[in-house]
């Protein structure tokens, strides 16, 4: 009799839940960048973004297309201000102008709700433009409060994780020294607008740099035996929840223990030039698929077991302009024309994925810019990606579910 009762909830809460899902899992948020020649027009990228369950989504600029493209779909954006006008943001006027026509224009239709100034301007040890970044966010915080925007949009930066000299153990975490002068002040600049502290985060480095010495597994979120802080006697079963302490040590150790930090990137490259030791499909797929389940989970480190992980994946395209090794091209989730670089390994894509049945979706297609995409491959793609849609979803509520199973169980007790 007692199953009968649960049974018949579960599938309530299971019907409703459906409804209900894309509030639920709102910490999944996805770098869209587009140094690329052959990306899909902005509207054909809701699809996409929606196919793996992200609700934020964080840019490198203020594309006027991609934010008028995503004007009510209730994503949540993160534009960013081009290391290039950093210094110019120092003048009021240009700072106000620049907040009148890439945020003011698109609210509140487009929910954007933060502002990064540059991206990882520290460690370019570039001296005049270390000097701009705090000018630069502040003229551009003093623009919001003048537009009575400051309410609802935030300014930050974004770090590398190489502003810290030391890493592990966690506890130990500190910044470079020759950039605490620097950091301090913005650190300073954030406790008082109460904006988050953003950091880039690779763990595919850590072990690119230092194959032999570091566990593959422990940088996958494979199962491994993980490592004991010996200071906080803390276990780690992964090397991005250490970086993320590493993080929180090192904002503490200037006094700034209360910040609250966000994974502005994370990710790992699907390909990579034969020097750089696991960057390979098959890795891609298990350090992002067990990157969701943990973000799914909705699991903290452990240094901040209850506050949930506020992760940017990084990212949502392979970037065929963008310099550097093979690698820097092939971070994406996504293949230019809409397909997936990868299934993510969660439960239901594999088999619904190449089961492609033509959805709604499909109709998107037409609108695409005939130049830059070749229309058969990106047909079969957003078909297969929005046929893929349920099956993660459906995956991702199972481990959402659990908690909220537990509790509606009580409740039918109590009512009973
Ligand atoms: C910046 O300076 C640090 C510390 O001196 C050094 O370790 C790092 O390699 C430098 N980075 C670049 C991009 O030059
Ligand atoms: C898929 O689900 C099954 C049973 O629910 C589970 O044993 C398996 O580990 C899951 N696979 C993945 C990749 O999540």
Request: some cysteine.
């Amino acid at each position: 009799m007692e199953h009968s009762r649960f049974y018949c909830h579960v599938s309530l809460i299971l019907s409703i839940s459906g409804l209900v899902f894309p509030v639920m899992v709102d910490s999944i948020g996805i770098n869209y960048g587009q140094i690329a020649n052959n990306l899909p027009t902005p509207d054909n990228v809701i699809p996409l973004v929606k196919s793996i369950g992200a609700t934020k989504v964080k840019l490198y600029d203020a594309d006027p297309r991609v934010l008028k493209a995503f004007a009510n779909t209730g994503v949540e954006f993160i534009v960013g201000l081009g290391n290039e006008y950093l210094s110019k943001m120092r003048d009021p006027d240009k700072a106000q102008a620049w907040v009148k026509a890439n945020v003011q224009a698109y609210l509140p239709a487009t929910k954007i709700t933060c502002i990064t100034i540059g991206n990882e301007i520290l460690t370019f040890n570039d001296t005049s433009l270390t000097d701009n970044l705090l000018p630069a966010m502040q003229g551009i915080q003093t623009a919001l409060v003048n537009l009575g925007l400051d309410k609802q949009v935030s300014v930050t930066t974004a770090h590398s994780l190489a502003v810290l000299d030391v890493s592990f153990p966690p506890s130990a975490g500190s910044f470079r020294k020759d950039l605490v002068g620097s950091i301090t002040p913005i650190l300073n600049f954030h406790a008082k607008t109460n904006s988050p502290f953003l950091i880039n985060a690779y763990p595919f480095f850590a072990f690119k740099s230092n194959p032999k010495q570091v566990s593959l597994d422990f940088v996958l979120f494979q199962p491994n035996q993980g490592v004991v802080d010996p200071k906080s006697n803390f276990h780690y079963d992964n090397m991005l929840f250490a970086q993320i302490d590493a993080v929180y040590s090192a904002l503490a150790s200037l006094g700034y223990s209360k910040l609250p930090v966000h994974i502005s990137e994370t990710g790992w490259p699907s390909k990579g030039d034969e020097d750089e030791v696991g960057a390979t499909l098959e890795n891609a797929k298990k350090y992002n698929g067990n990157l969701f389940k943990t973000i799914c989970q909705r699991k903290g480190t452990p240094m901040r077991p209850n506050t949930d992980l506020n992760i940017y994946v990084f990212a949502l395209f392979n970037e065929n302009m963008k310099p550097g090794p093979t690698s820097e091209r092939n971070y994406g989730l996504f293949k230019p024309d809409g397909s997936p670089a990868y299934s993510l390994g969660i439960n239901g894509t594999d088999a619904i994925s190449t089961n492609s049945t033509p959805t709604t979706a499909a109709t998107t297609t037409t609108n695409t810019t005939p130049a830059l995409r070749s229309p058969e491959s990106s047909s079969t793609g957003y078909l297969s990606i929005s046929a893929a849609v349920k099956g993660r979803w459906i995956s991702c509520i199972g481990q959402l579910l659990f908690p909220l199973l537990l509790l509606s169980c009580l409740a039918f007790r109590e009512a009973f």
